[in-house]
């Protein structure tokens, strides 16, 4: 069986980071982790043209927005 890329977004979080740290030992499993610097989720545009450019068999997405305390201020990117 050929081995699947999995990519995992928000790389950089508690959960990301975890799964990072689990992963480690995956014996060559091609895992793919992407910080939101990386790849913003709620850029459209650039998130089409990251997945266009690259193949993934399988998203963990791990990136959220939990800054909650900001969502007052910031409901454009709490709605989206
Ligand atoms: N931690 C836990 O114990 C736990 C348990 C159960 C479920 N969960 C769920 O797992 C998810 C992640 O939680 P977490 O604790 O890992 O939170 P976290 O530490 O805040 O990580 C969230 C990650 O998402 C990134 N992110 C935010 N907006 C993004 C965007 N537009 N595009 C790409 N990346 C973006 C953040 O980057 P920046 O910091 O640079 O913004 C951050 O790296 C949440 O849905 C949470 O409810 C977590």
Do not use: W
């Amino acid at each position: 069986m050929s081995l699947k890329n999995i990519l995992v977004t928000g790389g950089n979080g508690q959960l990301g980071s975890d799964l990072k740290e689990l992963f480690r030992q995956s014996h060559g499993v091609p895992f793919y982790f992407y910080r939101h610097q990386e790849l913003d989720l709620l850029d459209e545009r650039a998130t089409r043209d990251f997945f266009g450019r690259q193949h993934f068999d399988y998203v963990i997405n791990c990136a959220a927005y939990t800054a909650v305390d900001k969502a007052e201020e910031e409901k454009d990117s709490v709605k989206k």
